[in-house]
């Protein structure tokens, strides 16, 4: 969102480094173009129609805030667009069961939760991306009775949408989609070579390979050797990113149901009456492997798991069987739905803590620090929303590009001395501390530096003991971030250069 609202104030603009992380170095960004402009774009039509169609006596109070409304509406609207294609392509080949593919889409919880209302991430745009090139491909090894003019036409059509889908998918990222492209013309190229180095294929090929160097030209070559602290700190931190967790089977069922537990034998039987099924349960094979490995991977193994579908279901042969076997496979999901949908007492007083937390974070941020300008270092997990709320730069990141920052911002909070975290603040050249629990800074701090706590370590003092801070650290004299009934949430302590150690 930061990079969009960079876009919205200087448009034409190609964001290839972040200065708003990891200050004051920055990081080179890994994120790309594609997904910054569907943010602005989408934020523009907004635009459009509220002053089309907006009271011009009672304007809305979303009128001024039309890049947080786009951010908001971009992944759910990138759902919408996947779930239109997959039900156009099952209606236009008339696959059985194709509703049961197009209902897992719409309800999965791993697939609603990559295009859930407010999470502005890039995965959204490469779920409908691969969607698309995962669809196209599947066309495209469909047997035609009898190749003539026409089903060459179709086949070049569908070469090019495949090519496009691939490419777009790689500009957007260079490492799922890369690894499923890879285990795609593999499966061709074992199953039915002469198929993939057809002629049709070329001009999707063309079209593939030349948005990819568009891409590069345009940002620049987005992979780059890992700096000293992603090296040294990198496998600690990733075991504190819920993406990079890894799975069990079993933790798999709310994603996916029980039907994965019968997968592999139905679509080996469905091979053979369409041969499709079986490079569809290699990919679904390689796909759950790579969700065990990382949670990440949750995303496409719905996509794949909705393409199978169909296939499993065709292979039970009776149509009531099949039916019998969807039905019962949807235990595990709606236990998910109800448990999310439902929540117990403790589960809504959370979700409840967080908005309102969310909500006095953003008022720090942007009636605070945003008005009086200058850079900050929080928890990492803070930072991001910090920066896009204030506008200005943070120590800490959310990517491991900032793992620097990352890596400064907890020897700081783990800090048993005031030199120790003058050094961090005048090397960063920092104005403002963001403290909040201390019981989660230092947990997390020390497990990414492997380091045991000091008996007072600076995020409790900061966070408990605020009488006790650094001569530095002044907290914040103005208005706080607390709730009506007086708990706080933050504590902003602003740092004063006049005291603070040469």
Known sequence: MTRAKMIVEHP????????????PQGVTAHTTAPFDYLIVSLKWTLDGLFKVFGNAQKPSVLRAQTLDLAGALVSPLLGVAGALFLAWWLARFRVRFGGAALLFYALSPILVHGTVLGRPDH???????LTVALGAELALARKAESPDAESLASERRWGLVSGIAWGMSLWVSLYEPIIMLVVTGALWLALDRRAFLSRPRVPGAVAGLAIVVFSILLEGWPVAMPDAAI???FGNWEGQIGELSRLSFVQLFPWVGWWCLASVVLLWLARREDRRALPMLVMLVVITALSMWQARWGYFLGIVFAWTLPW??????????????????WWPVMDAWDKSLFPDDLMQDQRNMKRAELVALRGLASNVMSQNG???????????????????????????????????????????DAATAAEILRRRRVFWVVSDDSSRDVEMS?????????????????????????????????????????????????????????
């Open 312 to 329: 499993q279901m065709q292979a039970l042969r009776r149509g009531w069987a099949a039916w019998l076997f969807f039905v019962v496979g």
């Open 123 to 129: 995965q959204s745009l490469l779920m409908l991306t």
């Open 231 to 233: 090296r040294q700190y």
């Open 446 to 502: 020390a497990e990414l530096l492997k380091e045991k706590p000091p008996e007072k370590p600076l995020a409790v003092t900061l966070w408990d003991h605020p009488e006790d801070a650094p001569d530095f650290l002044v907290e914040w004299s103005g208005r706080v971030a607390v709730r009506p009934d007086g708990l706080r949430f933050y504590r902003l302590y602003e740092v004063d250069n006049a005291t603070l150690p040469k």
């Open 12 to 23: 034409g603009t190609i964001v290839r480094h972040h200065d708003f992380e990891n200050w």
């Open 374 to 416: 200058g850079p900050f270092l929080a928890s990492w997990w803070l930072s991001p929303e910090i920066a896009y709320w204030s506008g200005q730069p943070g120590v800490a990141g959310s990517s491991h590009e900032s793992l620097s920052g990352i890596v400064d911002t907890a020897r700081f909070f783990l800090s048993g």
